[in-house]
Each structure stands twice: as structure tokens, then as C-alpha cells.
């Protein structure tokens, strides 16, 4: 049994340690070096900081694990000691992460996952040596024989695509967010307030007319886009994927190195995506449900980042033979077409109604009711153009052992490739107004850690019945449904 | 089919600890609400109660109600007082297990087999040391056999 990388200890440090310890070098600091002087003022704060210290080295030093020839072995605890054992084929993914602050020091975290244990962590976390990394990747690609190669490398071009159009305001704002909060926590408030009047004193000089605070918020949001472009290109570059007969490796990354294994016999499902634009230009991206992988924060279960559809279609047949995507067999009929775009269309007509509400009693707030009602009913129309789009895609169809479902959820075109066997419940559901156009709204759920749904609004009741009768997803009859 | 029980020996422990608990939490009240006698002694007669129904009734019958049957497919545990819960764990759906022990676990009975399974898992508490060992040997060959099988 090794012990974990020592800078382990690090991170078995709970983060109020560094909340504790940059105060108190400051008042080191702001003392002049009257050490004494310091100590006789904050001994209890310097007690915690070395029981910190202290029980996270303990913590480390009861920690131990090995990689057997099957399994991986880890033994944890002091008081209470737990020993585990996770077999090579209970792994459904497991993700080496060479941190580059970590690299220097041949340090490497591992994330190994199974079908099972905690649903929003991985089964088992551990920072290892690299030689240790090498062990388990060399005995999880052991070459056997007749087995078939192939590999798949997207451009840089395309790379830099699929990180424009997959970043992620909302996680670039949260980040600057928290940091600009949790900056003044630790430095004090000065540090907050000076970042807020500075962003409010630029926006006041770039653009006139438009309240301040409103082009703060842009500033804010444009920088959080960019940021998550940024760390998605660096994430991304240098991504390939590979297929050993029944092993998937993945690599990708350029600051911090990531390396993938995924157990194929263990992915739920594939789900190819678009936004409008994509489907326009014919390009896709295909991503997998595999439990581990896709799982820590910001991380995207990508399989192929962004390609063309016949380049898709060419690299699934190597990378995932057994799921293939077929055309729609059953399609939402025409009279149900409001339906989908029923929200979007009252959102639309709703925010112009709400917006003269608003400035009949706020008149003062003229510019900021203006501006937020431009900003709300831009991504509403291109919602309903969405949605519109969405009821020609839409459909279901069976593909062998396969069942293959096109929807939209949101902006994003889905398709999911779904072994029968993963389907874990089907729902049929129909309201009073479903039944005069004998339509009904059909969610399918995955086997996955949690549960997550496949939804298709209106769809015709006889053909679903028929088509879950054929695929063999319904023996009983549906007495409910006429 | 082997049926296991709840080793005794963990109700002294508990017996114990509870028992430490509540004289700890009694001398706090008596410390901290001395300025309201009557609180003071309801929060105390709470706390004999509580004692009294955890340790006089409810972990004797709990440890007596508490039994496990390893089968040639599942795993079954049986458990609860008043809400009788029976959890039935195919063994073909078994990921991994983990034994977690304590300090001075062969005579205390503080040994705990958590079994992974897909869609959820079943703990098995309070087992002895050399009950332990032979369901992780149990399992770790049901394990064995899936990989060849």
C-alpha cells in the first residue's frame, strides 16, 4: 500500500485555513515583526491554524491505497479505518487530472467512478504519484488480442468552435462573482467596492445613454463569457479520443493535463447536440452518459467536440458501433404545433405588456425598463424560432436494440441514442386538451446516478403505442389511454 | 443461505455512550439554566426519558429485530423497531463493498459492511469482526465469479 502525494495534505486542509492565515501574516506585517507581540495576541488563532495543519497530516498519514492486478484497493480512517476495494470491471470511468501547479511535482488526482456509491462525487478520490498513474493506465490498457483499434482528433479549428458556442456565461459570472466576494472576505471590503466603482466609473465613460449600472452588468457578463471561453479552450485543446476494443481512453487539456478511461459497455446513452445555429451550418457535437465522466464541476461529457454531421455519423460507427442514430419513425402531427410554441409566443407578446405596466408606475426608471426589455425579448424570439423549429425535428423512432429520440430542450437540439436496457421508466401522460387532438406527451427515463427524462410534448397516442408495443417497452396494456 | 445477527456486545458500547451523553448534557443544564429551575429540570427529565426509552426499549428490541441472509443471489436486511424495513439487494447488481472498523472492533462489535449496488446501497451494521470477514469473503468471491462470468 502507497501512501497519497503529500500534497494531499494540502488539500485535506479545510479552506478556513487560508481565511485564517492570510489575517494573520498581515497583522505579522502590520506589527513590524514583534513576533512576541503577535504570538501573545493571536495564540488561539495560531492553535487552530496548527490543529489545521495537524489533523489534516494525520488524515493523510491513514490514508493508503494500492493498485492490484483487478482492482484498486484504499484504506482510510483513523479511528473509524474503511477499506475498499473497486474491481477494474465495476470501473465505468475513471479521470486522471495532471493539475499544471501540480505537474512540476508529478502529482496526479484521480477520480475513479462506478454505477454506484456517492451521485454527486466520484467513489474515490486520491492524489497519487505519477508513477502510480502510469500502473493503473497501463493495466487498464492492457493490449488484448484481436482487438480493435481506432482513434478520432478534432482540428483546433473546431476545438476553438466548440468552446464559443459551448461556454457558459452563467459559470464565468459566478466565478468572477464569488471571487470579487470572496476576495473581500480575505483582503477586506476595500477590494470589492474599489472593483464595482471601477467597472461603473468605465462604463460611465464608453457608452452614454445607458444607465450605468445596466453597462456594469454587461461588463460583468462579457467578461464571465470570456473567462469560460478561455478555460474551455485550455480544457479542450489537444483533445483525441481513442477505442481499444472495449475501452474508450480520452486525453485533452493544455495547462492542466486530463486523461479519460470509460468503460462502454457502461454509457446510458449518447446524446448528439445543436443549438439553431449548428443544425443551420450542419455541425453537431456528441456527448455520453457515463457515470464519472462529465461529472466534476464545469467538465462536458464530450465524446466528438464539433463536427460535421457525416463526420459524426463516420466516427460513431468506430467509436460507439452499437449506437446509431435512425430517422424519426413517429412525428408530432401539424395540429399540435402551437404547443410548442406556446411559452415562448406568450413570454414574447408578455414582457412589451409587462414592461408599460412597469413604467406607468416607475416612470423614473425609463432607460432601465427600456433596456431590460430588449435584453428579455431578444432571447425570447429566438426562443420561439427555437422551439418552431423544433416541432419538424421532433420525433422517436427504433433502431434495433436502440430507441433513438429527437427533442429540444431549451436552445438545444437533442438526440439521444438509448440502449433499451438502460430505460429505466416510461411515462405517458395526456391533459383535457391532448385528448381531442388523441395526443400525449411521452418522457423516457435513462438509468443513470440520478434520474433524468427525455421528454416529446404531443405526440400521436396510437403511433406511441404501437411503437412501444414493437420495440417490446410496454407488454401490459394502456387501459388509461383510449 | 447463511443468516447473521447483530453482535451484543455494541448494545454495552452504546449503553455507554449514550449514557456519558446524557450526563455531559444534564450538567450543562444544570450549569447553564440554574437561573430557571423549572426549565432547568424539565430538560433534565427530558433527557432521562429519552435515555430511558433509547436504551431500555428501543436498542435491545432494535439489536434483537437486527439480522442479515446472504443467499446464492441477494442479500437481505432486515431492520427497524416499530417500522420493520426489509431491503432486499440482488447480488448481480453488487459494484463494491466496503468494511469499515473501529478501534478495538473484535471486542466491541463495531464492524460495518457497506454494500454498493447500482441504484442505491445496504449497510450492514453492528456485525462481529469474524462475522465480517467471512461476508467481505462471501462477496469479494460473488465479485470474483461476475468478472469471469
Not at chain 1, 64 to 91: C, H, Q, W
Not at chain 1, 407 to 435: G, M, R, V
Not at chain 1, 447 to 465: D, G, T, Y
Request: hydrophobic share 50%; net charge positive.
Amino acid at each position: 500500500m502507497h501512501r497519497q502525494h503529500p500534497v494531499k495534505i494540502v488539500k485535506l486542509m479545510s479552506k478556513n485555513f487560508w481565511l485564517l492565515l492570510i489575517p494573520l501574516v498581515r497583522g505579522l506585517i502590520s506589527l513590524k515583526g514583534d513576533f512576541y507581540g503577535w504570538v501573545r495576541g493571536a495564540w488561539v488563532d495560531i492553535l487552530i491554524l496548527l490543529f489545521i495543519v495537524g489533523s489534516a497530516y494525520i488524515r493523510w498519514l491513514f490514508s493508503t491505497y494500492a493498485v492490484g492486478e483487478n482492482s484498486i484497493d484504499y484504506r482510510a480512517g483513523i479511528f473509524g479505518r474503511m477499506k475498499l476495494s473497486i474491481p477494474f470491471t465495476a470501473l465505468s470511468a475513471v479521470a486522471a487530472e495532471r493539475f499544471f501547479l501540480f505537474r512540476p511535482i508529478n502529482a496526479v488526482n484521480l477520480f475513479v467512478d462506478t454505477n454506484s456509491g456517492f451521485i454527486n462525487a466520484p467513489d474515490l478520490k486520491i492524489t497519487v504519484a505519477r508513477k502510480d498513474y502510469n500502473v493503473l493506465f497501463k493495466k487498464l490498457s492492457k493490449p488484448l488480442e484481436g482487438e480493435i483499434k481506432t482513434s478520432y482528433k478534432p482540428s483546433r479549428l473546431n476545438l476553438i468552435f466548440f468552446s464559443l458556442i459551448f461556454s457558459s456565461t452563467l459559470s464565468g459570472v459566478i466565478f468572477i462573482a464569488t471571487f470579487i466576494f470572496q476576495s473581500g472576505k480575505i483582503i477586506g471590503q476595500s477590494l470589492e467596492t474599489l472593483l464595482l466603482t471601477t467597472a461603473a466609473d468605465i462604463s460611465e465613460k464608453l457608452i452614454v445613454g445607458l444607465p450605468p449600472l445596466a453597462v456594469a452588468a454587461s461588463i460583468i457578463i462579457a467578461a464571465g463569457w470570456i473567462f469560460s471561453f478561455v478555460t474551455n479552450i485550455l480544457r479542450y485543446i489537444g483533445f483525441r479520443i481513442k477505442r481499444e476494443g472495449k475501452r474508450i481512453f480520452i486525453r485533452t487539456g493544455f495547462l492542466t493535463k486530463r486523461r479519460y478511461y470509460i468503460n462502454p459497455e457502461k454509457i446510458n446513452y449518447a446524446d448528439i447536440q445543436q443549438n439553431l445555429l449548428m443544425k443551420i451550418f450542419s455541425v453537431m457535437s456528441v456527448h455520453v452518459n457515463c457515470t464519472g465522466y462529465g461529472k466534476a464541476k464545469n467538465e462536458l461529457p464530450v465524446f466528438v467536440p464539433i463536427t460535421t454531421k457525416a463526420q459524426v455519423i463516420s466516427s460513431l460507427r468506430f467509436l460507439l458501433p452499437d449506437l446509431q442514430p435512425s430517422p424519426n419513425s413517429v412525428k408530432p402531427k401539424l395540429a399540435v404545433i402551437f404547443r410548442y410554441i406556446m411559452f415562448p409566443f406568450y413570454f414574447m407578446m408578455g414582457i412589451p405588456i409587462a414592461a408599460e405596466i412597469l413604467y406607468h408606475f416607475f416612470p423614473f426608471w425609463k432607460s432601465m425598463i427600456v433596456f431590460v426589455t430588449v435584453m428579455a425579448e431578444i432571447p425570447t424570439i429566438w426562443l420561439l424560432i427555437v422551439k418552431f423549429v423544433s416541432f419538424f425535428t421532433t420525433g422517436i423512432s427504433e433502431n434495433g436494440e436502440n430507441i433513438c429520440i429527437n427533442y429540444c430542450s431549451w436552445f438545444k437540439y437533442h438526440t439521444i441514442i438509448i440502449p433499451k436496457e438502460k430505460i429505466a421508466t416510461i411515462t405517458l401522460t395526456q391533459n383535457k386538451f391532448q385528448t381531442f387532438a388523441d395526443s400525449c406527451n411521452l418522457i423516457i427515463y435513462s438509468n443513470n446516478e440520478f434520474a433524468k427524462s427525455h421528454m416529446l410534448i404531443s405526440m400521436p397516442l396510437k403511433e406511441i403505442k404501437e411503437l412501444l408495443n414493437s420495440a417490446g417497452l410496454c407488454k401490459s396494456e394502456l387501459r388509461f389511454f383510449k | 443461505m447463511k443468516k447473521y445477527y447483530a453482535d451484543r456486545t455494541g448494545i454495552g458500547i452504546l449503553f455507554v455512550i449514550i449514557f456519558l451523553l446524557v450526563i455531559i448534557l444534564t450538567t450543562l443544564s444544570l450549569i447553564f439554566l440554574s437561573f430557571l429551575p423549572i426549565l432547568m429540570w424539565i430538560v433534565i427529565g427530558l433527557f432521562a426519558a429519552a435515555f430511558f426509552a433509547v436504551v431500555i426499549v428501543w436498542l435491545p428490541l432494535y439489536f434483537k429485530n437486527l439480522c442479515y441472509f446472504i443467499t446464492d443471489e441477494e442479500v437481505v436486511a432486515n431492520t427497524g423497531v416499530f417500522f420493520k424495513n426489509k431491503r432486499i439487494m440482488k447480488l448481480s447488481a453488487l459494484q463494491y463493498f466496503t468494511c469499515v472498523t473501529t478501534p478495538f472492533s473484535e471486542k466491541t462489535g463495531f464492524n460495518f459492511v457497506v454494500l454498493n449496488a447500482l441504484g442505491g446501497n445496504i449497510i450492514l451494521l453492528f456485525l462481529s469482526h469474524r462475522d465480517m470477514d467471512e461476508i467481505a469473503k462471501t462477496l469479494s468471491l460473488v465479485i470474483k465469479q461476475k468478472k469471469e462470468g
